[in-house]
């Protein structure tokens, strides 16, 4: 699988918008980008994924640039509940066996 | 409420005493896999399931069995533990798998301590 490169961690404060920023500039044509967060002391969650296009739904936007080489989860008003570590994944439907491969992901914190 | 359950969701145990960590899943779903997460590791895949009686080595097979008899279920079998399996694991389940845009549903994790 394609890997991607993450910030460590980011920092935001309550309310306001957040942008996590994802690179994959190795993404082949069929990989679908997944994200997914873990909130402390529970599993992994889904979040939302994509293709080619931009996609919303109710817990976030995922923004993906044209060359599909980058993109962004977008957190419309981050609250405290949304700190975790987000996991940004290329998703290769031909590697049928193992779905998704973690890498260190971003952990968010969010200032009341 | 559509879930994936494990239990237990602590365990200590010693060098050698077979142990098997369960996961239950009633979303009807196909795939079913187990990861382990570990500190700087990320999570990794240890084994997974396309469907019942079928089932195949991830990343880090080493040291652990599994089965799936039943769409359901999909134990984790470890029977001969060491320290080194010392470890928070997740079973996770999916429709099918195999597919691009298919999410996972993750359980709630078993944290296994191996004396």
């Known amino acids: 699988d394609a890997k991607t490169t993450q910030p460590n961690s980011m920092e935001s404060n309550e309310e306001e918008p957040v942008h996590l920023p994802c690179n994959h500039s190795?993404?082949?044509?069929?990989?679908?980008i997944h994200w997914y967060r873990q909130l402390p002391s529970q599993g992994p969650e889904y979040v939302i994924h994509g293709l080619t296009s931009n996609v919303n739904n109710r817990m976030a936007s995922l923004a993906i640039a044209e060359d599909r080489k980058s993109s962004t989860l977008i957190l419309h008003r981050a609250t405290l509940r949304d700190a975790a570590v987000y996991y940004c994944?290329?998703?290769?439907?031909?590697?049928?066996?193992?779905?998704?491969?973690f890498g260190g992901g971003t952990r968010l914190m969010v200032k009341p | 409420e559509a879930q994936v359950t494990q239990n237990p969701r602590y365990l200590i145990t010693v060098t050698g005493k077979k142990l098997t960590v369960t996961c239950s899943q009633n979303?009807?779903?196909?795939?079913m896999s187990w990861y382990r997460q570990d500190p700087g590791l990320g999570l990794r895949q240890i084994y997974y399931s396309m469907n019942v009686e079928v089932t195949d080595k991830g990343d880090v097979p080493e040291g652990y069995k599994v089965s799936r008899k039943e769409k359901r279920n999909f134990p984790l079998i470890l029977e001969s533990p060491s320290p080194n399996q010392t470890s928070l694991y997740f079973c996770?389940?999916?429709?099918?798998?195999?597919?691009?845009?298919?999410?996972?549903?993750f359980g709630s994790g078993t944290q296994l301590s191996v004396l």
């Open positions: 979303m009807n779903h196909e795939y």
């Open positions: 190795t993404i082949s044509g069929t990989d679908y």
């Open positions: 994944i290329l998703r290769d439907p031909d590697n049928a066996g193992n779905m998704l491969t």
């Open positions: 996770a389940s999916s429709p099918r798998g195999g597919l691009g845009a298919e999410k996972l549903f």
